[in-house]
């Protein structure tokens, strides 16, 4: 049996041990865009609050009077006026879009369906009744449950929330993630490099996808490949973050001592996951923060950030819908093969064709250390753990990247 687990079972195992945060606070609403809702939002108001003109034209008591083409301007309402009269049979109140609609008229006349002279209008077209207008609580209804606890608040949402007046709500505090990354070889960008060291990539790429998933991020910095030294630096993030990633010194090489760490000090959940690149991830908890241990090579760190990292935050954030990444079906413009046995995320073009449909195409180089298969790429292209080879035409599922 193979010690790997499936992608799928590695989410649901590992997601299984996170508690997700409980902590509360109350922010300004402009502020919430990508915070989780703590407490569901019921509409105090109607909205609109009144029946009111969907059009500028002119408000009519059109029942009982459908014989009669003509009406008598007796009032001017705008969007914003306090007061009006009842209109009566003969008459009609030129009414602006958002004005509240006066007593006794039932439909709204659109200005273009009219000739107005001075004082009266008359109709070019026969009304319909209760046209144009709309009505109060159309929208929303006082007591409709409107965003539900657990959604991640969209620009829409923050819309719909200040038509309803509020000005602050209650959101789950933000995760808080520290990055590490390991390795002796390693030289942080801007700095000298010696002629033995490559420079640190993962980090600031991290910390970025970390803050557009709504994350409180603290970059921690470079940390040499010795145990002693990884274990004090596990233990003193763990104090006061949700959540530590590390990169690199997970696998199985001598100076690998990531796992032996996290053993040490917590428990390590799970290790090595069927996925390429990606397959020595490892999770695990030290007292309440949760630890995913990334690869090294950087595809590897990337893919496995998306694809296991991505919905295990989801969990830690409260996030209700916890959205799978978006799948679309691609045709293949070339052929592929490979040795089975694990779900791979190749990296690809797609494009619409002349006739609307998704073509892709694999990049040549796929090594899990080739940055450029993510930054020439727009999609990964998912062959699935049992296929072996794929011919060109072969319809794939792909996942655009993310545009943030
Ligand atoms: P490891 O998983 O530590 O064995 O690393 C695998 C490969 O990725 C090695 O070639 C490392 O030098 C490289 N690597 C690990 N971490 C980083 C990093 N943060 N930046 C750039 N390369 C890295
Ligand atoms: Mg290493």
Redesign the pocket.
């Known amino acids: 049996m193979s010690a790997w687990l499936s992608l799928e079972d590695a989410i649901e195992q590992a997601s299984s041990h996170i508690q997700p945060i409980v902590k509360t606070e109350t922010i300004s609403l402009v502020q919430a865009h990508g915070r989780i809702i703590a407490k569901s939002i019921v509409s105090p108001v109607d909205v609109p609050p009144w029946n009111n003109s969907a059009m500028d034209g002119y408000a009519i008591k059109l029942s009982g009077n459908e014989s009669s083409n003509t009406r008598q301007v007796s009032q001017t309402i705008y969007a914003g006026s306090k007061e009006h009269q009842t209109v009566t049979d003969n008459q009609c109140a030129r009414i602006m879009t958002g004005a509240p609609m006066p007593s006794g008229a039932d439909t709204v006349v659109m200005q273009e369906n009219v000739i107005r002279t001075e004082d009266s209008i008359e109709f070019t077209q026969p009304p319909v009744l209760g046209e144009n207008i709309r009505p109060k609580s159309g929208d929303i209804a006082l007591g409709d449950e409107l965003v539900a606890i657990g959604h991640q608040i969209l620009p829409q949402d923050i819309m719909l929330m200040s038509s309803i007046g509020l000005a602050n709500i209650e959101v789950y505090k933000k995760p808080k993630v520290a990055v590490i ?3 002796d ?2 030289a942080e960008p801007g700095t000298e490099r010696g002629d033995h060291q ?1 420079f ?3 980090r600031g790429g991290l910390a970025a996808k970390l803050e557009a998933l709504g994350c409180d991020v603290t970059d921690a910095g470079l940390v040499k490949d010795d145990k002693d030294t990884i274990v004090n630096v596990f233990t003193s993030l763990s104090q006061t973050h949700d959540m530590v990633i590390s ?5 199985v ?1 001598d100076a ?1 001592w990531v796992k032996p760490a996290l053993s040490s000090l917590g428990s390590l959940h799970l290790w090595k996951v069927a996925i390429k690149p990606g397959k020595p991830f490892a999770f695990g908890q030290f007292g309440h923060c949760y630890f995913c241990g990334l ?4 595809v590897s760190a990337f893919v496995t950030f998306d694809q296991i990292v991505t919905p295990l935050l989801g969990v830690l954030k409260n996030q209700a819908i916890n959205s799978k990444p978006l799948t679309l079906k691609a045709t293949l413009t070339s052929p592929f093969k490979r040795r089975a046995g694990r779900k791979e995320f190749a990296r690809g073009v797609y494009r619409q064709n002349e006739n609307g449909q998704l073509e892709v195409s694999l990049l040549k180089k796929q090594g899990s ?1 080739v940055m450029t298969s993510l930054t020439n790429a727009n999609c990964y292209v998912i062959i699935p753990i049992e296929s072996e080879s794929l011919s060109s035409g072969a319809s794939v599922d792909i996942q655009p990247f993310s545009l943030t």
């Open positions: 990354a390991t390795g070889e390693l490559i640190e990539s993962h990169s690199g010194g997970v696998s090489g690998d690869p090294g090579n950087p250390s």
